[in-house]
Nanobody
Framework: QVQLVESGGGLVQAGGSLRLSCVVS????????MAWFRQAPGKERDLVAA????????KYAASVKERFTISRDNTKNTVYLQMSSLQPEDTAVYYC???????????????WGQGTQVTVSS
């Protein structure tokens, strides 16, 4: 059974940084594309960042480019989201997602974590 477990969320002041982690078990992590999504209250769940199986191809939402970095460690079955220069509008529940295919394009994001809350105070 595939499980995705996020950690690293919390409360931070505007301008601060956080690093989210997502550990994957029960699947072939090193062959999968991975992504982070977020959902703010009353809004849709949106893609924040995604990375291919090897980590050498990434995709970002325009709102987080230059501030967030997605990376992965295939030896630890873990994907990370380093967030810097956080703003109140980044407040949301952040979800880790996995697709059992190697590339981001066309990914269906089949597996999901339970989410971790990120709150940025002004």
């Amino acid at each position: 059974q595939v499980q995705l477990v996020e950690s690293g969320g919390g409360l931070v002041q505007a301008g601060g940084s956080l690093r989210l982690s997502c550990v994957v078990s029960g699947g072939i992590f090193s062959s999968w594309a991975m992504a982070w999504f977020r959902q703010a209250p009353g809004k849709e769940r949106d893609l924040v960042a995604a990375v291919n199986w090897s980590g050498d191809s990434t995709k970002y939402a325009a709102s987080v480019k230059e501030r967030f970095t997605i990376s992965r460690d295939n030896t630890k079955n873990t994907v990370y989201l380093q967030m810097s220069s956080l703003q109140p509008e980044d407040t949301a529940v952040y979800y880790c997602a996995a697709d059992p295919g190697p590339i981001v394009a066309g990914a269906a994001w089949v597996y999901w974590g339970q989410g971790t809350q990120v709150t940025v105070s002004s």
